[in-house]
């Protein structure tokens, strides 16, 4: 799904959303997802207030961040459109 240059916002989403499919911390999926802190804070309240991830109960009192399944429909929906857009691209 990669591509040189600057993702857009539905594949930064899409990148979040598949770094917290296992349930990470919040850093890691920051990490996971090559994101600065602002662009990624940004983007995750969105996603949690929208239901696409979930918080969890963690280890050592901390929270662990998952992608929810109404968050894994939207990341296969979203991962299908940019293939197709990627494949109809070399054509």
């Known amino acids: 799904m990669r591509r040189r240059g600057r993702r857009d916002r539905g594949e930064i ?3 979040v959303l598949r770094a917290a499919l296992d349930g990470e911390v919040k850093t890691r999926i920051m990490f ?6 602002r662009t990624f804070n940004h983007i ?3 996603l949690l207030d929208k239901g696409f991830i979930v918080r969890c109960n963690g280890f050592n009192g901390k929270f662990l961040y998952k992608t929810s399944e109404r968050g894994k429909k939207v990341l296969e ?7 197709l857009i990627n494949t109809s691209e070399r054509n």
């Not at 996971?32 to 802190?37: A, R």
């Open 77 to 83: 929906a979203g991962m299908k459109f940019y293939n």
């Open 32 to 37: 996971k997802s090559n994101l600065y802190y």
């Open 44 to 46: 995750f309240s969105e």
């Open 13 to 15: 989403v899409i990148d």
